[in-house]
Every structure is written in structure tokens, then in C-alpha cells.
């Protein structure tokens, strides 16, 4: 087998393993679903073709290794009959990846619908580098944002109503990185210490903290690896509404400006902040 076709077998998901006999098959999930018909599929597989085991990668993929290079094709049959998609390599959009959203107690958005309808649109687009999107409900941060070419964040922001405060302490106890203390019967937020979880807000009996804020954070250019670089952060909150088009416009900006092998954090580097803040018009970091 040539380069070429390694090449092509790779985009399609089905990586040659060091000893250059097996292959190892990446399977794509909708920000880390399957259906439980889909599992058994894979499963089956990697008893029948593989060594009976399936790994799961960092960016809520699944790996089948130890694929002989004649039984591809066979292998090939048994994705499609049950609606599997393969790939998530080279120089695309890979699998967006998203946490378990509003299902989690600490989750403010439904990140889930959020990464289906942007993996739906942009998964497999043919870009100068790989990229990764990350969509995040809660800054617990799972999907880790900041470090993805292009990742979201939701935010609640409180605001405590010092006439309704009873003192109680609840959302004293409640806050995770001590951003909260009561001083004279009422609570104080440091927001230099505030992640705005939102958590408080919820927690509240007395419905003394309030929401002065929601959104979500929006971060560009972002890496991990050997080169790790921390995304350049929109200084607004954007909206829901709005992390299609952005997502559009970032994917456009790389697509007309970055070198082929570049990631977009390498790109904005080149080209400096500005060009970026005017190819989509918002203030950024």
C-alpha cells in the first residue's frame, strides 16, 4: 500500500499501526453519543476483526485496533449498515466535542445540541490544519475550551440582592473556589475569585442571588500537545444563537489565511490579533 492510499485510509478513519500489519479503526460519536445498537455493532467488530477490545480517545472518539488490511472492506460494511461515521484525522474539522450539558447538575446550556448541530455543519470540512471545536456548559470546563481552536464556555454571572440575603451561609458553603463570604449578615462576592458557575444562583433558598449575567465565553485559536496555547478570549459574552455563525466566520477567517500544516492559534500569531478582530468584527483578547 502507497502513500496515497494510506493517506486516504487515514482521512476515512483507519490509521496504520506500527507494526505495519494491522490497522487501527477511529469511529466518530455525536459529542460522545452512541446508540446502544451502534455499541453492539462495535462490539461485534472488534471480536470479529479486531482483538475483542475498543479504547476511547481524549476527544470522545472510539478506537478499534488491531484491523487486518484485507478485512477492511468487510469492515467498511458492517459502519455503514449501522449509520457509524469514521474519520476524525488530517486536515478537517474533527468530531465536536461536547460535555454532558443539561443532564449535568452544573450544566447551563444544552452543550450537547449545541456540538450536534455544529458537528452536522462543519465536520469533515477541508481546512489548512486540523481543527477542534470544544463546547462547554459550566466553567468546570470537561471539554477544556480554551485549549480547542475553538471552544464555548457558559457563564452565569451573580449578583447578590443585599435585602433578600438572610446571612444563611448556604451559597458560602456552595461556592467551590471561596468567592463567597458573609460579612455583617450579608454575602460578598469577590468576583476577582468568581468563576460564575451559577451555582450559587441555584442554590439560594432565598432567591438573593440573581442572575446579572449569562453567556457564553467564546475562545480563539487554543492548542494542546507538544505546543500548548491558551485561546485568545471574545470580550463579550456571545449568545446561543450566535456560536453557528462565529463558528462560520473563524472557520472562514482560517480557511482564506492560514498555511497548509498551520493551526489556527500559529495563523493568528503570524498575522497578529487584529486580523482576526476585524475578519469577525469583535473585540478580542
Known sequence: MNKEELRLLKLEGYMRQEDKEHFSLRVMTTAGNLTSDQVRCLSDIADMYGKGYMGFTTRQCIEIPWIKEELIPQVKRRIAEAGLKTGGTGFTVVGVAGCKGSICKYGLIDSQEIARKLDEKFLGMELPGKFKIGITACPNNCVKAPISDLGFMAQN??????????????????????????????????????????????????KAMKLEK???????????????????????????????????KVINYYKESGKKGERLGKTIDRLGIDSIKKALDLEIN
Open 157 to 206: 454571572e451573580p449578583k447578590v440582592e443585599i435585602d433578600t440575603c438572610k446571612g444563611c451561609k448556604i451559597c458560602e458553603r456552595t461556592c467551590k473556589v471561596k468567592a463567597i463570604e458573609i460579612v455583617d449578615k450579608k454575602a460578598v462576592i469577590n468576583y476577582d475569585k468568581c468563576l460564575s458557575c451559577g451555582q450559587c444562583i441555584k442554590n439560594c433558598p432565598f
Open 214 to 248: 449569562e453567556g457564553i465565553v467564546m475562545y480563539i485559536g487554543g492548542k494542546f500537545g507538544r505546543d500548548i496555547r491558551l485561546g485568545n478570549r471574545v470580550i463579550r459574552y456571545v449568545n446561543v444563537d450566535e456560536i453557528e455563525s462565529l463558528s462560520e
